[in-house]
């Protein structure tokens, strides 16, 4: 935008990307108590965070999660958040089969979600762009679920594609295919080295976009600015 419509001069423009608090999301032991108080028993977690709107795709998630749990009976899907798509996804839910097996928390606390992060077996947010072009501005949860050293699943669209580095920090997915999106959560609880690798990346590119890095790159623009 400031180089096509603004007529900035390339060279003149400095991108800095959201960093992530590495010091706050970190990773750490499965939470009883967070399980306790959604009833989520010994199940391996799929957990999504987000405002419930419909360009975070839940409601993509929901209708693939038949088949997930099919191939996976041990493994429950955790929506984290509220929004004004909460009763629909509710009955999305409800209509499913596997009802038992999907929770929608709605809101939680910081404590809450941290322990929601370290808890599950993967995150997923398969956003996508919608028809009047809402869409996922940069994804600040994948990197906060990568920093408690979980691999992700994405949606090609928006700037997911710069938060999640597809094959390293988790998989990118079409956010409007229900089987994209059923079929790279059912690698993840498949292929435990797949996921160990992604876990592993996912870890290290956290904690290299935390935001003492960024502060150290703002300051450094802002002295390269000051010199120049």
Request: proline share 5%; net charge negative.
């Given at each position: 935008a400031l180089v096509e419509q603004m007529g900035v001069r390339p060279e003149r423009v400095c991108l800095i990307e959201n960093g992530v608090d590495t010091?706050?999301?970190?990773?750490?032991?499965?939470?009883?108590?967070?399980?306790?108080?959604?009833?989520?028993?010994?199940?391996?977690?799929?957990?999504?965070?987000g405002r419930l709107v419909p360009r975070k795709g839940f409601d993509k998630?929901?209708?693939?999660?038949?088949?997930?749990?099919?191939?996976?009976?041990?493994?429950?899907?955790?929506?984290?958040?509220?929004?004004?798509?909460?009763?629909?996804?509710?009955?999305?839910?409800?209509?499913?089969?596997?009802?038992?097996?999907?929770?929608?928390?709605?809101?939680?606390?910081?404590?809450?979600?941290?322990?929601?992060?370290?808890?599950?077996?993967?995150?997923?947010?398969?956003?996508?762009?919608?028809?009047?072009g809402d869409t996922e501005g940069f994804g600040l949860v994948f990197q906060e679920a990568n920093a408690c050293?979980?691999?992700?699943?994405?949606?090609?669209?928006?700037?997911?594609?710069?938060?999640?580095?597809?094959?390293?920090?988790?998989?990118?997915?079409?956010?409007?295919?229900?089987?994209?999106?059923?079929g790279a959560i059912d690698r993840l609880l498949t292929d435990d080295a797949l996921r160990r690798r992604l876990e592993s990346g996912a870890l290290a590119h956290a904690q290299a976009n935390s935001w003492i890095r960024r502060a150290a790159e703002f300051q450094a623009l802002c002295q390269r600015l000051v010199a120049g």
């Open positions: 010091r706050r999301f970190s990773p750490g032991p499965d939470d009883t108590a967070f399980r306790a108080k959604f009833g989520l028993g010994q199940q391996r977690l799929v957990v999504a965070v998630t929901i209708a693939a999660w038949p088949a997930i749990h099919a191939a996976h009976p041990d493994a429950q899907l955790v929506i984290v958040g509220d929004g004004p798509q909460r009763a629909e996804l509710q009955a999305l839910a409800d209509a499913s089969g596997v009802a038992d097996s999907i929770t929608l928390t709605g809101s939680v606390s910081d404590a809450e979600l941290l322990a929601a992060y370290r808890s599950a077996s993967l995150f997923v947010m398969p956003n996508r762009t919608m028809p009047d050293g979980r691999a992700v699943v994405g949606g090609r669209a928006g700037g997911a594609v710069e938060a999640v580095r597809d094959g390293e920090t988790g998989l990118l997915v079409d956010g409007t295919s229900v089987e994209e999106i059923s």
